[in-house]
């Protein structure tokens, strides 16, 4: 499977420029505040038109764009767990499907939480919900924008290391602010101002972290 892209867009003063190629594995957008990142996600996902360019799919059959899940507050947490695979439909889950949510939901150290109204639910629990409803959709495609969110360091590691196991035969692409998870993906992505500035392994990337947790 392959993405490639080379696109650009103006959204008011800002403009995106961008263009490579993305294999399976997982990968890290990083970058500043208003860099670019969710807007070349958008692009990528086909959420998003871009003005110039284009995105090119070979071999992905599916793509899903997660950032967040806002859920009703009675909603239980096996709905939104089942909303990456069937978008809140009314029909009732099956046996066979709650398996293979529960399966996703326990990588994450959620599915205890399946009988738990969404209202009740912690920042960090709804966040690893929200990423267990990613993996359950099953995707060739994912694009997670800023999956940590809400969640401690020892979540963070684990959250990423499922999504490095997971993205084996896909191709995984979340953007994030923490360095210290780096290490977990196969590439980085360096945005600055609209542009990827640099691309490689974590055990080359240096810059431009000097001594800083934030990326
Ligand atoms: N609809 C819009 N109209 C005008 N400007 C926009 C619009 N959408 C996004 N922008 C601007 O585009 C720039 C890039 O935004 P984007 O959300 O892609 O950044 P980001 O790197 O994801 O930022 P963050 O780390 O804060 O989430 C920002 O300056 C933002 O204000």
């Given at each position: 499977m392959l993405v490639k892209f080379e696109v650009e867009k103006r959204l008011g003063d800002f403009l995106l420029s961008a263009a490579g190629e993305l294999a399976e594995g997982l990968r890290c957008i990083v970058g500043p505040n208003g860099s670019g990142k969710t807007t070349l996600m958008k692009i990528l996902a086909g959420l998003m038109k871009p003005d110039k360019g284009h995105v090119s799919m070979f071999g992905v059959r599916s793509v899903v764009y997660i950032s967040d899940l806002p859920s009703p507050p009675d909603v239980l947490g096996i709905d939104v767990l089942a909303a990456g695979r069937?978008?809140?439909?009314?029909k009732p889950i099956s046996e066979e499907e709650e398996e293979t949510l529960l399966k996703y939901a326990e990588l994450l150290g959620v599915a205890q939480l399946a009988r738990r109204r969404w209202g009740t639910l912690s920042g960090g629990e709804r966040q690893r919900l929200v990423v267990a409803a990613a993996l359950a959709a099953e995707a060739d495609f994912l694009l997670l924008d800023e999956p940590l969110s809400n969640l401690h360091g020892d979540w963070r590691k684990r959250v990423m290391e499922t999504l490095r196991n997971y993205a084996r035969q896909r191709i995984v692409v979340v953007t994030t602010h923490?360095?210290?998870?780096?290490?977990?993906?196969a590439e980085i992505l360096a945005m600055r101002e609209g542009k990827l500035m640099w691309r490689g392994p974590p055990s080359e990337y240096t810059w431009p972290i000097d001594g800083k947790c934030d990326v």
């Open positions: 069937t978008r809140f439909s009314k923490h360095g210290d998870v780096l290490d977990c993906c």
